[in-house]
């Protein structure tokens, strides 16, 4: 689009917006606003509205708290669920000396965009993003409790969930997404709408607005939506597929005709860093406690270091299509990540990969699922970690992460992560209630 602030005072005025929520993230992903009314709009455009960041997670200490909000300007557009007109922008954090704060999730990955195309590369992600739809309770509570008995693709159930994904897509469309797809996934309440791939810092900024729109659109179906990895034991969890390419000079980086599956050089490199880099980025791509019990065998989460270019049991898959559309999917992360900080480690990754020409193994077209342990070893094929504090540790020893983050997300993130970790592994859970209290 590439507004000016002229054209979006007058596109403001026009609509007689109300208020304007300028909007941003915490370093954990979490979705804040400062909400303006329209007379402060000139000055908001200007990069002049205040706010205390020591009350936001990770930003900053106390001594220090002054920040303002620069507004992005393509990021104008009215919320279609109000009855007022509210408009909604997207924001960089600054500092009152006129610099970028290095503690904003989306300057960490505008940073690693400015990398590669110090490379001649931009990069494009495009996320299927799943999600449950559950009842709230009579007290206003969200439950677990659902109505919905569908699985993958079914047309049925006719209920509240299917009403919710309609108008969730209809949403989306009014603001500006090319919605692909959207269909029941596997498990009962679950569902997963699929938009068009953008550049990877669009795409970060449409994550965060897919995620306001579906529980604003879910509440008034009378649901709660959650992006919680694994919020029902034995069923399927909710993952971020992400579909990823590079571009150079408007062609796609990763074809080549002549290649092996038609892979470019630079395609298998970045499919080499990734492999190498991946239990190390998991913490950030997979960042709660409750992500690594969706990341276990035997519910299609992938669990296993590997890629292929046939099969959707490896880490790593590259979709057939060809040309201008290929691409990888890095089929890891879920929803609950930052995707500012996820798409900037992956990237990352995969740079490292490029320059420091890591060749990955062959790919692997054996169903890894159905292999042993043993089978597993023979082959070279290591697991994910299998706990928030495995993949915080990983973190620590690989130095691309603080790189990637930068001193300041990187100490935050790891410092809030490690008390996450040590306050569900002190907790008394129910489970160990109902094994151990009559037995012992």
Same mark, same amino acid.
């Given at each position: 689009?590439?507004?000016?602030?002229?054209?979006?005072?007058?596109?403001?005025?026009?609509?007689?917006?109300?208020?304007?929520?300028?909007?941003?993230?915490?370093?954990?992903?979490?979705?804040?606003?400062?909400?303006?009314?329209?007379?402060?709009?000139?000055?908001?455009?200007?990069?002049?509205?205040?706010?205390?960041?020591?009350?936001?997670?990770?930003?900053?200490?106390?001594?220090?708290?002054?920040?303002?909000?620069?507004?992005?300007?393509?990021?104008?557009?009215?919320?279609?669920?109000?009855?007022?007109?509210?408009?909604?922008?997207?924001?960089?954090?600054?500092?009152?000396?006129?610099?970028?704060?290095?503690?904003?999730?989306?300057?960490?990955?505008?940073?690693?965009?400015?990398?590669?195309?110090?490379?001649?590369?931009?990069?494009?992600?495009?996320?299927?993003?799943?999600?449950?739809?559950?009842?709230?309770?009579?007290?206003?509570?969200?439950?677990?409790?659902?109505?919905?008995?569908?699985?993958?693709?079914?047309?049925?159930?006719?209920?509240?969930?299917?009403?919710?994904?309609?108008?969730? $897509?209809?949403?989306?469309?009014? *603001?500006?997404?090319?919605? !692909? =797809?959207?269909?029941?996934?596997?498990? %009962? #309440?679950?569902?997963?709408?699929?938009?068009?791939?953008?550049?990877?810092?669009?795409?970060?900024?449409?994550?965060?607005?897919?995620?306001?729109?579906?529980?604003?659109?879910?509440?008034?179906?009378?649901?709660?939506?959650?992006?919680?990895?694994?919020?029902?034991?034995?069923?399927?969890?909710?993952?971020?597929?992400?579909?990823?390419?590079?571009?150079?000079?408007?062609?796609?980086?990763?074809?080549?005709?002549?290649?092996?599956?038609?892979?470019?050089?630079?395609?298998?490199?970045?499919?080499?860093?990734?492999?190498?880099?991946?239990?190390?980025?998991?913490?950030?791509?997979?960042?709660? $406690?409750?992500?690594?019990?969706? *990341?276990?065998?035997?519910? !299609? =989460?992938?669990?296993?270091?590997?890629? %292929? #270019?046939?099969?959707?049991?490896?880490?790593?898959?590259?979709?057939?299509?060809?040309?201008?559309?290929?691409?990888?999917?890095?089929?890891?992360?879920?929803?609950?990540?930052?995707?500012?900080?996820?798409?900037?480690?992956?990237?990352?990754?995969?740079?490292?990969?490029?320059?420091?020409?890591?060749?990955?193994?062959?790919?692997?077209?054996?169903?890894?699922?159905?292999?042993?342990?043993?089978?597993?070893?023979?082959?070279?094929?290591?697991?994910?970690?299998?706990?928030?504090?495995?993949?915080?540790?990983?973190?620590?020893?690989?130095?691309?992460?603080?790189?990637?983050?930068?001193?300041? $997300?990187?100490?935050?993130?790891?410092?809030?992560?490690?008390? !996450?970790?040590?306050?569900?592994?002190?907790?008394?859970?129910?489970?160990?209630?109902?094994?151990?209290?009559?037995?012992?």
């Amino acid at each position: 689009m590439g507004y000016t602030a002229e054209e979006i005072l007058k596109l403001a005025h026009d609509a007689r917006v109300s208020i304007i929520r300028l909007q941003f993230v915490d370093i954990l992903g979490v979705i804040k606003n400062v909400a303006i009314p329209l007379s402060q709009l000139e000055k908001a455009l200007e990069g002049k509205i205040a706010f205390d960041g020591s009350s936001i997670e990770g930003f900053t200490r106390i001594e220090e708290s002054d920040m303002l909000l620069k507004p992005d300007l393509n990021s104008f557009i009215l919320l279609p669920w109000y009855d007022t007109p509210i408009a909604r922008m997207i924001c960089d954090v600054y500092l009152p000396d006129g610099q970028p704060f290095s503690g904003d999730p989306r300057y960490v990955l505008k940073r690693v965009l400015s990398e590669a195309a110090e490379l001649g590369y931009t990069m494009n992600t495009g996320p299927e993003i799943e999600f449950f739809l559950f009842k709230i309770g009579e007290d206003g509570v969200p439950t677990t409790v659902t109505h919905d008995e569908g699985s993958y693709f079914d047309l049925a159930p006719v209920d509240k969930g299917e009403e919710a994904r309609r108008d969730i $897509v209809l949403y989306l469309e009014k *603001l500006g997404f090319e919605v !692909e =797809a959207a269909h029941h996934e596997v498990a %009962s #309440a679950q569902h997963e709408i699929d938009f068009k791939y953008a550049d990877a810092l669009t795409t970060a900024d449409r994550v965060a607005t897919f995620k306001v729109v579906t529980r604003t659109v879910a509440q008034r179906h009378g649901l709660h939506a959650t992006f919680m990895p694994k919020p029902i034991f034995g069923i399927n969890g909710s993952g971020m597929h992400t579909n990823l390419s590079l571009f150079r000079d408007g062609k796609n980086a990763f074809f080549d005709p002549e290649g092996p599956y038609q892979l470019s050089q630079e395609a298998f490199y970045f499919i080499g860093g990734l492999l190498k880099h991946v239990r190390s980025f998991t913490a950030v791509t997979n960042p709660l $406690v409750n992500s690594y019990k969706r *990341l276990v065998p035997g519910y !299609e =989460a992938p669990v296993y270091i590997a890629w %292929s #270019a046939m099969n959707r049991t490896a880490l790593i898959r590259v979709p057939a299509a060809r040309g201008m559309s290929t691409r990888l999917e890095l089929r890891s992360p879920d929803p609950s990540c930052n995707p500012y900080l996820a798409f900037a480690v992956i990237l990352k990754a995969g740079l490292d990969g490029i320059q420091n020409k890591i060749t990955p193994p062959e790919s692997f077209a054996k169903n890894i699922y159905h292999m042993t342990d043993e089978e597993r070893v023979a082959e070279g094929i290591l697991s994910l970690p299998g706990s928030l504090k495995e993949a915080l540790d990983e973190m620590a020893r690989n130095p691309l992460l603080r790189e990637a983050l930068g001193d300041h $997300v990187y100490e935050h993130f790891m410092e809030a992560k490690r008390i !996450e970790w040590d306050v569900y592994r002190t907790q008394v859970h129910q489970w160990e209630l109902d094994q151990y209290l009559r037995t012992f």
